[in-house]
């Protein structure tokens, strides 16, 4: 069965970076679009980041020029690269996995930035 795995989530200070991993299991990852998404508490879920299948990466202006998207389709897993990180980027990270007719969401990694 197909799953999304995240890791690489931790406390932080602000200023500093974090490097997220999701790593991908079943078939035709190469094929699918990758997101990131995250969800601080008592608020909506909210899209951070998207590479495609072609390497297209689009990103919310929250966190452009701080983030950056990026995807080894060799070892199936798409990376979150979050410099310069703002307590309010505190959230718990998720990646989505999409293609027509098909969604699945990772369990989620807890990203704190604080003293």
């Known amino acids: 069965q197909a799953q999304l795995v995240e890791s690489g989530g931790g406390l932080v200070q602000p200023g500093g970076s974090l490097r997220l991993s999701c790593a991908a299991s079943g078939s035709r990852f190469s094929i699918n679009t990758m997101d990131w998404y995250r969800q601080a508490p008592g608020k909506q879920r909210e899209w951070v980041a998207t590479?495609?299948?072609?390497?297209?990466?689009n990103y919310a202006d929250s966190v452009k020029g701080r983030f950056t998207i990026d995807r080894d389709n060799a070892k199936n897993t798409v990376y979150l690269q979050m410099n310069s990180l703002k307590p309010e980027d505190s959230a718990v990270y998720y990646c989505r996995s999409v293609r027509p007719g098909y969604i699945i969401w990772g369990q989620g990694t807890q990203v704190t930035v604080g003293s």
């Open positions: 590479i495609t299948s072609d390497g297209s990466t």
